[in-house]
């Protein structure tokens, strides 16, 4: 069996100080890259658009109205409607 390598403290020392270095010339590198190009916007169907628009009506009516707490309810009964629940969040994240 061979005899494992010993190192002396001043180079555990030293291989650490090394990787620190490394460490935070990666991450000044990574600081100074430009931030990804933004995605751009999904098309959102008519439907979905319309029932954005209402939203918005009802939030802007509520908060006329003094009710700005920022919690309305909605329900949707029509059998076949479009999924519209990420283009809502999508539109209502934008502005965060």
């Known amino acids: 069996m061979p005899k494992p390598l010993r190192m ?8 650490w100080a090394v990787l620190c ?4 010339a990666a991450t000044a590198a990574l600081n ?3 931030p990804p190009d933004p ?3 999904k098309p959102v169907s008519a439907e979905c658009a319309e029932y954005i628009a209402d939203i918005e009506k009802k939030l802007a009516r509520a908060k006329a109205e003094g009710n700005d707490d920022g919690v ?8 076949g409607a479009d999924d519209c629940g990420d283009a809502i969040l999508d539109h209502f994240r934008a502005g965060r």
């Open 72 to 79: 309305l309810a909605f329900t949707r009964t029509r059998v």
């Open 21 to 24: 270095v490394a460490a935070l």
């Open 32 to 34: 100074a890259s430009p």
């Open 39 to 41: 995605q751009p916007e």
């Open 8 to 15: 002396s403290r001043r180079m555990w020392v030293a291989t």
